[in-house]
Structures are given as C-alpha cells and as structure tokens.
C-alpha cells in the first residue's frame, strides 16, 4: 500500500505590510491596543492593487516545488483550498495548473472556509492511498480576504489578511514511521449563517441593495461561543490521538488555525501539552483563513523546528463551521 508523505512546503504573504496604526487612523479610535491584548495581532500582509487569489498562490506553489526539486509537469493533482476564489467559475485550481505548466495534473478547487487546507491534506492524502497514478500532489490554502472587507467594519477589517502556502505530497510505501496517519472532519452546520460572505452565490446575486448594504463582504453576524474551537480543537486531538496510539504529549507540533493565539493556549491546556508547541504566526500575518495553517507550518520549517520523525497535528476550523484535523509523521 501507498501513503502520502509531506515532501516540501512553501508560503508566500504580500509586500504591502498593514500595520494596527493604520486602523486607528482609518477608524478615528484606538484599536492597536486591543489587537495586541485581545489576539495579539500586531499586523498583516494585504495585495496590491491588482494582486489576487491565484497570485498568492502561484508564488507559494513555485517555492514548495522547487524545495521539492519537482517539476510541475510531475503534478498529478493539484487541490487549491480557498473560500476567496479567484472568480466563482472556472476553479483556482485551474487557472494556478495553467500558470505553472502542471500540464498533466487534475484539478480543483475546495471551499470548507478555513478549514479548508487541513480539509485539503486529507483529500491528497486519501488521493494517493487509494489510486497509484497519483504520486504527486499539490495542496495549496490560499486567502485574499483583504478584496471582500468593509473598510467601516471594525469586527472584520482589523483581523483578516492575506497569503499562501502549499505543500507537496508524494506517495511512498506505506510505513509507520512517516506519512500521513489519521485525520477527521467535523461540520457544525447550525453556525452557517453566524459568519460570512453571504452575496454573490445562487441564494443572493450581487446588486445595487446588496452593494449598498455591504452583503457581498465579510460579515459577522452573530458572535461565537468563546469555548467553541477549544472544546472541538481537543477533542479532535484525542480522536486523533486514540487512532494512532499516541497521546497529545506525543505530538511535537500543533499547527492550528491562527484567528486568536489565546484560543490555541487554551487547547494545549486542555491537553496538557506545553504552549510552545502551538507554533503561531497571527502576530505578523494576521489572519490568514485557509492560509494560516500552512504559512505556519511554512514559518516553523524554515526555522528548523520541524524535524524528521516529529509528530505533526494541523487543525483547521473555519465558517459553516467546519472543522478539520490530520495527523502526520514527518
């Protein structure tokens, strides 16, 4: 039997640089100090005028690659996660195979909001252990919310930006040691309507009512519960946890959604895991939704953190709300 194992990672953020000041100049009130108390959110990364979706992603896909010493023409599959495409149709994924030459690879795109990446790792994952004609395949989360905020919307423009980050799997024979273990996926459906961008699609078409009364951008609707992803996040660990023999003190990584810093010291907590494991990246990046997971996952490899043999847990959670979590052995 084949497994997928992570062969490379890549990330890419935009050079424009949004830092909290420019917020409480643009909303004539002090919200830096919020933002670095409450998610400790110091600044972001926004597109250029001009810059997009598949633009972030195209540059994180060509590092990942040529970290993998792979030529696009040996992508089988290439699986973008984003919840900001870059047209409603025809799929990301597609205009990113064209832009790289992956000339023999399939494609498409999958939107579980920013659940979205760890979603699309198990997708690849399950690719290549179920069919041998899949040996290599790109994930990519991809997030350029920055093109769908209400620039008067506190709640959202202070928190969301945008990035990439990709990884390339590569089948090999199944073992134990290295690959891809388990994984899980959790929808909580009765949220769909507390968070999103709620014109544009089949239910609400884009016109001038919808435009005036910022429908087609980023909304919050209704606030969450506090302990929500904590409560799902470990429980997903001891899932997990549970599949693979392990315990959560096993795990040398957690690689967790990056909306509140606070939200994952509480997860690891809960798991009795030291908070340094939750590598975090929301001080400079903001949030990144699908992106945040692997642009992470990116920042710790760079570093050296990540090293072979280290257990690896990615938990995603993201409107809907979805939820998902893979385990991996580097």
Known sequence: MQNAVILSVGAYAPERVVDNLFFNELLGEDV?????QNV???RRHWCAEGESTADLAEKAARQALERARLDATELDLIIVATDTPEFISPST???LQHRIGAKNAGTFDLNTACAGFVTGLDTGSKFI????NYRHVLVVGAYAMSKHLNMTDKKTVT???DGAGAVVLRSEKKSEKQGFLASQLITRGEY???MGIYAGGTHQPVNQEVLDKHEHQLQFVHRFPKELNPEIWSGMVHTLCERIGETPLAVQHFFVTQ???HAIRETLDRLGVPRARGHAIMHEYGYTGSACIPMAFNDAWEKGAVKPGDL???IGSGGGLAFAAAAFRM
């Open 93 to 95: 994924a597609s205009v």
């Open 312 to 314: 690896v847990f990615f």
């Open 192 to 194: 769909y309507d507390w």
């Open 159 to 161: 928190l969301f930006a």
């Open 32 to 36: 830096d100090t919020w933002l670095r």
């Open 40 to 42: 400790e959110i110091h």
């Open 259 to 261: 909306i509140n810093v």
């Open 129 to 132: 252990q179920a069919d041998e």
